[in-house]
Nanobody, 116 residues
């Protein structure tokens, strides 16, 4: 079992920045991929960015050039640096982990609100 604890959400003005963090903990697991998804009411959860244990990153087209995902393997932590935030980035952001055993885990979510 893997537990995910997210932090860093909040209210920010358009053009501002936020940094999300997610720490994974548990017993006897090895992470293959860590990522962030987001969801707004009435819409499906969508991938924002992900990073594999080898450092391969994937980004949604809507965030390319603005968001950067990184990870600290030793700390089982993934970060999402979000710059130049837009109104449409407002959502609940969820940390997601896939282990080498192909197990999927989700965090509880953290709110990001972009508003003037």
């Amino acid at each position: 079992q893997v537990q995910l604890v997210e932090s860093g959400g909040g209210l920010v003005q358009p053009g501002g920045s936020l940094r999300l963090s997610c720490v994974a903990s548990g017993r006897s697991f090895t992470i293959y991929r860590m990522g962030w998804y987001r969801q707004t009411p009435g819409k499906q959860r969508e991938l924002v960015a992900s990073i594999t244990e080898g450092g391969t990153t994937t980004y949604a087209d809507s965030v390319k050039g603005r968001f950067t995902i990184s990870r600290d393997g030793a700390k089982n932590t993934v970060y999402l640096q979000m710059n130049s935030l837009k109104f449409e980035d407002t959502a609940d952001y969820y940390c997601h982990v896939i282990t080498r055993r192909a197990e999927n885990y989700w965090g509880q979510g953290t709110q990001v609100a972009v508003s003037s």
